[in-house]
């Protein structure tokens, strides 16, 4: 791809940047520095009714880049974050449960559908198993709490 970078001050048109054959990459960090310049203006001496203009193909192509790059970014989350359901290796789904103890120990669990108790990982006290809200859907499993969670356990 090619890039330029153009400044324009009152009347004058100075070309500052072309470059032929830019990667995708290099094209993002030359327009990021770019516009980091242009954004410190009075430091740089660009005076008042100074115009900047970048070509429109190389602005599309940044944002299309850094909308790749943070679809890359939540790909690479777990699954199980997003649905509060982790599967153990036979494939049983397991799900997402806060739990309080009286020892103070919290934390997050995955149990299965149906379990009543669960152990806390600091006293090992057994700590009784609720849904976390009252809605049940049609295959009996409860509805998610604001924080994702399907069950709470507290003592």
Known sequence: MNLS????????????????????KQESEIIKSFFDLANKNEAHNLVEGTNIFLDANAIESVLEQEEVQDKETKSTEPEFWKTGIKYDDEGVPRYKTHYECECGNKGRRYVYKGSLDLECHNCGQPINIEPATRKIDEDGLPGRDSYGNFYTAKN
């Not at 970078?5 to 995708?24: A, F, G, H, Q």
Request: hydrophobic residues 35%.
């Open 5 to 24: 970078l153009t400044v324009r001050n009152k009347d004058k048109e100075t070309m500052i940047l072309k470059i032929n054959d830019v990667s995708t």
